[in-house]
């Protein structure tokens, strides 16, 4: 057995139709960057679209384009380029494109067909937006470019910082001005700023769509409070199995964390046993009454969830879910 990833799709769907009836009548990206936090980017996908979601948060045009690849056909939207960004292929694919600068907007606009653009304006994170000086300028450009066919301009948007509420409070009153100037420019698109912990506990950021990430896969949105509380669950738990007495097949080299040490258990036929030191490749448990072979849950099922893991080494989730190496993934539907 050595080292599984078991995700059940069924929870995560049921996680982002519960998301989508808690932020109607706003809309929901479901981001699946970081092959989908871990959890396989074309299985979850496909999920995600099964649930019925608004649109897919790729990423990247290189991740857009696999999910093409694989046949997966739902309006997906990528927002992080590079000089080597092949836009002629995302824009052939209908994939849609975030545009922060007049360069940025000149080189979508000269791929074949027409994009649909996302422009960004910088709202404080300093995270590849369009400043507020040169706003009014590119908005102008943009809007000028949709008149003679060449883009669509289906939305503005942003990131917030979440370091306070305060501080988010101030972007979205930033967000909301670059609005009214892009509205004076003859958009008429939508909006976009939050992502899942503001979109959880501010409101007034949802807009008419809201970017959902991990939070889908069971990680509280929210500090201090358990993802249950938001009635959500993670979709994937970790097997390994006993290879001799008090050893079983995981390590630090798999993503389960040495500081896990002497701090968390695993269970094995129902039993909790207490990790006592975490190696490279295998790690030393409480000895007890199990035969070598048994299997050994590390998260989730029986055991501790991933959310608790975490917390005990105080770190997040998408740390554990993007650094797992496992020998072999299984999915249920």
Partial sequence: MTVVKKVDLAVYRENLKHIMQTMAPARVMAVIKADAYGHGLVEVATAAVEAGIDMLGVLDIETGLALRKAGVRSPSFAWLHSPQSNFNSAVKAEIELSVSSLAE??????????????????????????????????????????????????????????????????AIALFENAYQVALTHGFSGYRHIAASPTSFSLPESRFEMVRIGVSAFGTSPVSQ?????????????????????????????????SQLSNKTEVVIDGVGYRVLEVGPLASRIETGDYAIGSTVEVFGGNAISAEILCELVNTVTDELFTGLKADSVTYAN
Avoid: Y
Wanted: hydrophobic share 45%; net charge negative; aromatic share 6%.
């Fill in 105 to 170: 907007l000149k080189a979508v606009a000269s791929a074949l067909g027409t994009a649909k653009v996302h422009l960004k304006i910088d709202t404080g994170l300093s995270r590849n937006g369009c400043r507020v000086e040169n706003w009014s300028e590119l908005v102008k450009a943009a809007i000028e470019l949709q008149r003679q066919g060449e883009i669509s301009v289906v939305a503005i948007w942003s990131h917030l910082a979440g370091a306070s509420k305060e501080h988010d409070l101030e």
């Fill in 225 to 257: 409070i358990p993802a249950e509380e938001f009635g959500l669950q993670s979709p994937m738990a970790v097997e390994t199995e006993v290879t001799a007495e008090g050893i079983i097949a995981v390590g630090f080299l798999h993503g389960f964390f």
